[in-house]
């Protein structure tokens, strides 16, 4: 008989992780979330204040690892509950396609998009968010700003390793940046 391996459960310890980072690009959802008017178009965009991997503190959108035998949807799920609290009611469609795919890079010259701690590969969504967000676990603060002011200078000089580009990105996608 084959033994079932329970994903929900299987984590790295921190020495398996930096041996991992140092050899594999990680799997990673990158989630803009954003408050929509009855149209359906971004009234708000939701950005977080986090602790980052090198101590200092930074604007950012919700991002996570994707987890051996986790559905991306699951990961969304699972990183936007854990930033934007657990009656965050993201609204994932059931066949989930993210908007770009960012690669992120020790390196910051190669993409702009940098992460000091490993090379990993993103896939990026914009996440309509329904329910009320308290900001959690390693989540400081969360604003709900307008698309204006967060394709602005000081939103954008706020966030760091390339999201506020990314930020950008998903605000053009949905048709919000003139």
Known sequence: MSEILDTRTTWLSDEELAIARGHLPMVYVDAVPVRTNANGEVAKVGLL???????????????????????????????????????????????AQPFTVIEYFPD??????????????????????????????????LVW???????????????SGGQGRLVRMALAYCGMLL
């Open 49 to 95: 204040l986090k602790g980052m991997p090198d101590g200092s503190i930074s604007r950012a959108i919700v991002s996570g690892r994707v987890l051996y035998g986790e559905r991306i949807r699951d990961a969304l799920i699972r990183h936007l509950e854990k930033d934007l609290g657990s009656m965050a009611m993201p609204q994932i469609p059931a066949a």
């Open 145 to 159: 700003v307008t698309p204006a002011e967060a394709a602005s200078d000081n939103f954008q000089t706020e966030m």
């Open 108 to 141: 910051p010259t190669i993409t702009g998009f940098h992460d000091p701690r490993q090379h990993c590969v993103a896939m990026a969504f914009v996440v309509p968010i329904f329910g009320d967000c308290a900001p959690s676990q390693d989540s400081l603060d």
